[in-house]
C-alpha cells in the first residue's frame, strides 16, 4: 500500500512560508568556513568562533581569544539589493574590509591575512 498524505486548506503555501523564513547558512557554506576556521585554529592563530543570526544576516565571528572582541566577521546578508552585498567580512572595529558575492573570494581574501609577531 502505498503512503498518502492528505492535507487540507493551505498546508503547501504554509510549508512554503516556513522554509523561506529560514535563513541560516547553506550546509555547504557552513562546511566550508568551518573547515578554513579549523586550519587557523590549527596554526594556533585562532581560538574560538561565535554564530548568530537574524531575519536580515547571519554572522560566523572569530576570535583570538575567548575575552576579545571579534578579529574578523564573515557575514551573509539575507535581503540584498545587489548582488556584490551577499557576503561581507568586518574587522574588530565593525568596518567592512570585503565585499563580495561568493565566499571562495571571502574565504581567499582571509587566507591572506596572517598574523606574523614581529621582533
Known amino acids: 500500500m502505498r503512503k498518502t498524505k492528505i492535507l487540507s486548506g493551505n498546508a503547501y ?8 523564513e529560514e535563513k541560516f547558512f547553506l550546509k555547504e557554506e557552513l562546511n566550508k568556513i568551518l573547515s578554513f576556521y579549523g586550519m587557523r585554529v ?3 592563530e585562532w581560538k574560538d568562533y561565535a554564530i548568530d543570526r537574524d531575519s536580515e544576516k547571519s554572522s560566523f565571528s ?6 576579545e ?12 539589493k545587489k548582488p556584490d552585498e551577499k ?5 574588530m572595529s565593525g568596518h567592512e574590509i570585503k565585499r563580495n558575492r561568493n565566499l571562495e573570494s571571502i574565504l581567499k581574501f582571509l587566507e591572506g591575512k596572517r598574523l606574523v609577531l614581529l621582533k
Open 13 to 20: 503555501l504554509y510549508e512554503a512560508k516556513l522554509k523561506n
Open 87 to 91: 557576503w561581507r567580512v568586518l574587522s
Open 62 to 67: 572569530i576570535y583570538r581569544h575567548t575575552s
Open 42 to 44: 590549527a596554526s594556533g
Open 69 to 80: 572582541m571579534p578579529l574578523y566577521k564573515i557575514v551573509k546578508n539575507h535581503k540584498i
